[in-house]
């Protein structure tokens, strides 16, 4: 069977095929800048030079329709659309009303829009790149496959605010997590790569980036993970202020005379290490900066490791101990010193070492632990692009 997964955002269309086979992507693309003047489609084919389309694409309808145009066509992977499966979506936010992926009907769209207010920035895109797909190929089953359903097995001592109940009655609001089908992957991948008790393996994965976000996990399945009602709630990130006391919020509101949501606009895109620095959102500028001197990028980078550190120590009290420990995303699988200095600098009490070798060499999967470590350290590189496959295709088969 053959995946098309998707992952829309408010101007951009992300796009893999993957045969589900031999788990091997035929192709993938990006178009860009959807309803903006520039807009184009890169689509790659393993071993062929890319594919390039430099053209207006007034919205996502086109978009779709240019993507099944370059994946049948003279440089496309398959005859015609009828070889593909079925299509996996990306959707960030299903409230508490779906607990895992669903094949969309009209009832599944009305709770994805009625989410808009939880996931402003992604539920209307990722909406859009599913009523695209129905009006491109009807007939064809799409799926949601929904970032929050990781969060859904979490318990209600770790799920519920300690805010009055009617509101959780009211508006479901309570900690969801984000980055669930990273998290479900990268999770499971340790616990295969690991050798791990796939029913009781404690594990905790960091997925830095960014966005960041923590999880642990008990045999797969989450039992607590750092972001909450919106993907605000955690780590410090690359514009996100991460966990902060409410009362900010009122203060900034009102000796700044802004709303709430401008301050929340703030908390959101301007805050972070970028708002710490002035600098950057991204992670190596900041790092490049705190080797030239500067003490506020040194003073962020400081922050995010021990925010890093405090979630990671909590969970493994959580979990009244841990089996494995795993780094992912883009901070994550590329930056050695931050996986060296949270785990040698605040767990050296649980017997914890990375191997300082094995976690300077790039490359796939891997232990970065040393042999006598009593913590498994890895770096598990995500994929969600196949987790969406693989519950796009549970789903068809079912």
Known sequence: M???VINCGSSSLKYQLIDMEGETVMAKGLCE???IPGSRLKHEVPGKEDYVVETDLPDHSVAVKLVFDALTGEYGVVKSVDEIGAIGHRVLHGSNRFTESIIVNDEVKKVIRECFDLGPLH????????EACEKVVPGKKNIAVFDTTFGMTLPEKAYYYAIPKEYYDKYAIRRYGFHGTSHAYVSQETIRFGGLDPEKAKVIVCHLGN???ISASIGGKAVDTSMGLTPLEGLIMGTRSGDIDGGVIQFIANHENKTVDEVLNILNKKSGVLGMTGISSDFRDIENAAEEGN?????ALDAFRYRVAKYIGSYVAAMNGVDAISFTAGVGENDKVTRQIVIDEYFSYLGAKVDPERNNVRGKERLI???DSKVKIFLIPTN?????ARD????IEA
């Open 123 to 130: 539920n209307p895109a990722n909406l859009m790149g599913i």
């Open 211 to 213: 966005g960041a976000s």
């Open 369 to 371: 632990s040393t042999d």
């Open 33 to 35: 800048r959807i309803g």
């Open 384 to 388: 969600e692009e196949l987790a969406i």
């Open 2 to 4: 053959k995946i098309l």
């Open 392 to 395: 796009t295709k549970r789903l």
């Open 295 to 299: 003490h506020m990028a040194k003073v």
